[in-house]
């Protein structure tokens, strides 16, 4: 199937990009076509909205494709819940983000790519809403123009707001080194800036668009994101209470919107098949051209599965007691993870029992674990030209935050036990129990977004903000999973490694050094 948004980028990329600035907020910008010359008609102004579209992935140099959504971010949100985790040396650079390890600091590069990464998505965005509002073009195609900005200016903030906390607010486009240095905003300004942004792009964005834009940011795309940084302001302490209720409106009138519906199929919605589902929401558009498509087979294929594609990596495994906590029939285990391959007619599948030879033994699966289904194209050439759409925004998502928000308001109501026994429905698992206090039915529902957003960059790290205690007990409990006796030769692998307890400094991530050597008006987080 042909992806309009996803080809569109490829062709703006290839012409460049207004004002981009690929290390903004740490060194000098690069323009590569000045704004003054490219804004001229309305196919300039929509090649530049397809580029800004394509930033999460295809990035400029210094950065590469690995860091943010084609890989380094992915690792940061999933590998520090206890669904997942890497297979390597307590020490190595992905370990120390997975294990919470005392070695982890503000130097770490991923930090580093994330953050330029999500600053030149921004800046992208921010030359779109400073440059087509002159463009003379068709009025309704110029506001939604400003909107999808807004919308992508406002995901890549809920990004850094989620890992970082407040951060600098760079809302105009960098065209030279004076607008470089700006102060950290706090928690509160920074979501008051998200908030605002996909408020207005809500009332731009249409309700759908035709064929031949598939793929760009809607209102219920807008109105999603929304609700889900209303529920991070408030469990991360940046919010009133108040908003609670606010995104459960928001929330219930997507919901009676009827634009979204659970899909029968859970493990199409993954695999390439099923992109125009009418649960998604809103997804990256990837395309079979080389640097334009997913990235992430590499990194979740087994080391010994017969591939095309080069170098399988095996970074992302099930840590066991996550794997064996879904219920026999939960369609979502087999939706998720690659439970057995065929290896030169050879059916090889992972042992369950966990015993000290298969925590530590390179057999099986190659590593010691069970690998993401979601996503993997096995048929992809080469890195970068993976087919499936990565899914950011999903009906099942906005279900489970309904019920989340309904039950912080006022308690766990049959409207929230009817909005999660939907999406336990289609996962083929019995309906939630009834008479849950207020603190075991949220506990029920985050559990329930693990189990449904798995390796999906939806729940995640984020989840774990908005209910850190919970989040906290279950990491600790792998922890200990991997008894003092049997650390010797195991890896990382399968459990987390290193000690409980979790410092609570880790509610947020450190600000990255380099840029904190290169703005010296930052501040760093508490206990980095």
């Known amino acids: 199937m042909k992806k309009p948004i996803a080809i569109a980028a490829v062709l703006a990329l290839t012409l460049g990009s207004a004002a981009c600035d690929e290390e903004f907020l740490t060194e000098t910008p690069i323009d590569f076509v000045g704004p003054e010359n490219f804004y001229r008609n309305a196919g300039d102004a929509i090649a530049a909205v397809n580029s800004a579209y394509a930033t999460f992935i295809n990035l400029q140099s210094p950065l590469g494709s690995s860091d943010y959504l084609g890989r380094n971010f992915w690792m940061i949100v999933e590998y520090q819940t206890e669904v997942v985790t890497s297979r390597l040396s307590a020490t190595n650079e992905r370990s120390l983000v997975d294990n919470y390890h005392t070695q982890f600091a503000p130097v770490h590069p991923y930090l580093l790519g994330v953050w330029r990464a999500a600053y030149a998505g921004i800046n992208r965005a921010n030359s779109v809403i400073a440059r087509v509002p002159d463009v003379e073009m068709d009025e309704t195609r110029r506001n939604q123009a400003v909107g999808e900005g807004k919308f992508l200016r406002a995901l890549h903030y809920y990004h850094l707001a989620g890992l970082f906390g407040g951060v600098p607010l760079k809302l105009n486009e960098t065209v030279g080194l004076d607008s470089l240095q700006l102060p950290r905003a706090s928690g509160q300004e920074t979501f008051a800036q998200?908030?605002?942004?996909?408020?207005?792009?809500?009332?731009?964005?249409?309700?759908?668009?035709?064929?031949?834009?598939?793929?760009?940011?809607?209102?219920?795309?807008?109105?999603?994101?929304l609700a889900k940084s209303l529920l991070l302001r408030a469990g991360m302490g940046f919010g009133p209470a108040a908003d609670y209720a606010r995104a459960a409106d928001i929330l219930r009138a997507i919901v009676a919107s009827g634009r979204y519906r659970l899909d029968n199929n859970y493990a199409s919605l993954f695999d390439g098949s099923n992109e125009r589902s009418q649960e998604i929401i809103f997804s990256l558009q990837n395309v079979r051209v080389d640097g334009y498509g997913g990235r992430m087979t590499e990194w979740f294929s087994p080391v010994t599965v017969p591939v095309i594609m080069p170098g399988p990596q095996n970074q992302f495994q099930a840590e066991l007691p996550f794997f064996n906590s879904y219920a026999a029939t939960d369609i979502r285990k087999a939706g998720t993870w690659l439970l057995s391959f065929v290896k030169a007619g050879t059916t090889i599948s992972w042992p369950t029992t966990p015993t000290t030879a298969n925590l530590s033994a390179q057999t099986g699966y190659g590593s010691t674990g069970p690998v993401p289904r979601k996503y993997l194209d096995l048929a992809a050439a080469d890195g970068g030209m993976e087919e499936p759409d990565v899914i950011l925004?999903?009906?099942?998502?906005?279900?489970?935050?309904?019920?989340?928000?309904?039950?912080?308001?006022?308690?766990?109501?049959?409207?929230?036990?009817?909005?999660?026994?939907?999406?336990?429905?289609?996962?083929?698992?019995?309906?939630?129990?009834?008479?849950?206090?207020?603190?075991?039915?949220?506990?029920?529902?985050?559990?329930?977004?693990?189990?449904?957003?798995?390796?999906?960059?939806?729940?995640?790290?984020?989840?774990?903000?908005?209910?850190?205690?919970?989040?906290?007990?279950?990491?600790?409990?792998?922890?200990?999973?991997?008894?003092?006796?049997?650390?010797?030769?195991?890896?990382?692998?399968?459990?987390?490694?290193?000690?409980?307890?979790?410092?609570?400094?880790?509610?947020?991530?450190?600000?990255?050094?380099?840029?904190?050597?290169?703005?010296?008006?930052?501040?760093?987080?508490?206990?980095?």
């Open 194 to 225: 998200i908030e605002k942004d996909l408020t207005e792009a809500a009332a731009a964005l249409p309700e759908a668009w035709p064929s031949s834009d598939w793929g760009r940011a809607t209102k219920g795309a807008a109105n999603a994101l």
């Open 393 to 528: 925004l999903r009906y099942a998502d906005v279900l489970l935050l309904l019920a989340e928000s309904i039950n912080e308001a006022s308690g766990p109501t049959a409207e929230a036990y009817a909005a999660v026994n939907q999406v336990r429905t289609r996962a083929q698992v019995p309906a939630l129990t009834p008479g849950l206090s207020k603190d075991a039915f949220r506990d029920a529902v985050f559990m329930e977004r693990r189990w449904e957003l798995a390796i999906e960059m939806s729940g995640g790290l984020f989840d774990n903000r908005r209910n850190w205690p919970w989040a906290k007990r279950r990491i600790e409990a792998h922890m200990a999973v991997i008894s003092t006796a049997n650390r010797s030769p195991t890896t990382s692998a399968v459990a987390k490694f290193n000690a409980a307890p979790i410092p609570d400094k880790w509610k947020l991530l450190p600000i990255p050094q380099r840029a904190m050597d290169l703005n010296k008006l930052l501040t760093q987080n508490p206990g980095w």
